[in-house]
């Protein structure tokens, strides 16, 4: 990706407290709107997280206000560029946490693991004695993930905690004292499943700082121990080393990625099906997603963006 591309991507989250996360949206979403930013970002009584993107000026703008909201001088930005916007609107919602795990009683404030940063990442994980967890969901892992690391196999992120304690206990029967890594996508998932098991005993907790994307980043394609690539929640869909656009798209009838040997099959039709969702939608359901398809194919011939526009996962990392 050219560093040149118009288009500035910012992936960013932060643990705080705001006391009152709903009086902080209008100011928030009209400066967004106003600049041409588009994304979504989350508000909870824990924080921020989201993905925007938009020229530099509406960026900058947009950043220097999220940095004035209360813990937030500091926040974590990860960011790329992309030679088109991304993102097909602007949406600020409000939510009961800002990544989703369902522990309520956990504060990743009180203490998350030990940062690892992404060139001493390898050492820790090329250890034996070191128990590599992917922290993603399903669909993510599947297009990618680093060597010899364990999959949860969750669907979401909320069926983590009790993956973990069955793990842990498994390791505990042979006699092991757990060293756990964990990473993600951006680092925010790591802050609370490493903050999760701490809270549940165990002391050596490390987690990749900046999450895989940093890593993908800063460390050479022929030093990485990633192996694949890494899903990120706008209409790139992947990224390998250096951040490049990776090969995946999604199907646009369930949200799943897909590789080029997965469109070569008989169950894609584009926009309407794939070997994800071939068995469990309804003819009435194809016949509609074909529909939006074709107007969607209209409206590109005739270089208009079509009102139901494809839209993005939920902001995630």
């Known amino acids: 990706m050219s560093d040149n591309a118009p288009f500035r991507i910012a ?44 020229v530099d000026h509406g960026i900058e703008l947009v950043l220097a206000h999220i940095r004035q909201l209360p813990g937030c001088a500091a926040i974590e930005v990860k960011e790329s560029r992309a030679e088109h916007q991304p993102f ?20 990743p404030l009180a203490g998350v693991g030990t940062y690892v940063a992404p060139e001493d990442w390898n050492a820790l994980i090329a250890d034996p004695d070191t128990i590599l967890i992917d922290t993603r969901n399903d669909y993510e892992v599947a297009i990618g993930t680093f060597r010899g690391a364990e999959d949860p196999k969750t669907k979401s992120f909320r069926e983590f905690p009790e993956w973990f304690r069955a793990r842990r206990a498994e390791l505990e029967a042979e006699g092991k004292s757990p060293k756990v890594a964990m990473f993600c996508t ?29 890593y993908l980043e800063h460390v050479p394609a022929e030093e990485s121990l990633w192996e694949g690539e890494c899903f990120v929640f706008d209409e790139r869909v992947s990224v390998g080393h250096g951040l490049a656009v ?29 070997l994800h969702c071939i ?34 996962k939920k902001a995630d990392g």
């Open 279 to 312: 068995d469990s939608r309804t003819d009435e359901q194809r016949a509609r997603y074909a529909e939006r398809q074709r107007q969607e194919a209209l409206a590109a011939a005739r270089g208009e963006e079509h009102v139901g526009a494809r839209h993005n």
């Open 11 to 54: 992936a960013l989250y932060q643990f705080t407290r705001f006391d009152d996360p709903a009086a902080l949206r209008p100011a928030l979403l009209a400066l967004c709107e106003e600049n041409g930013v588009r994304g979504t970002l989350l508000l909870a009584r824990e924080g921020i997280n989201g993905t925007i993107a938009g």
């Open 246 to 274: 990776g090969d995946h798209s999604l199907c646009r009838a369930c949200r799943m990625p897909l590789s080029p040997e997965d469109m070569a099959q008989e169950s894609f039709v584009e926009g309407v099906s794939c």
């Open 186 to 214: 951006g680092g925010i998932r790591c802050e609370k499943s490493t903050a999760f098991a701490r809270s549940e005993g165990l002391d050596e907790v490390y987690h990749l700082k900046g999450g895989i994307l940093n």
């Open 88 to 107: 097909h609107r602007m949406k600020v919602r409000l939510k009961k946490e800002i990544v989703t795990m369902g522990e309520p009683d956990l504060d």
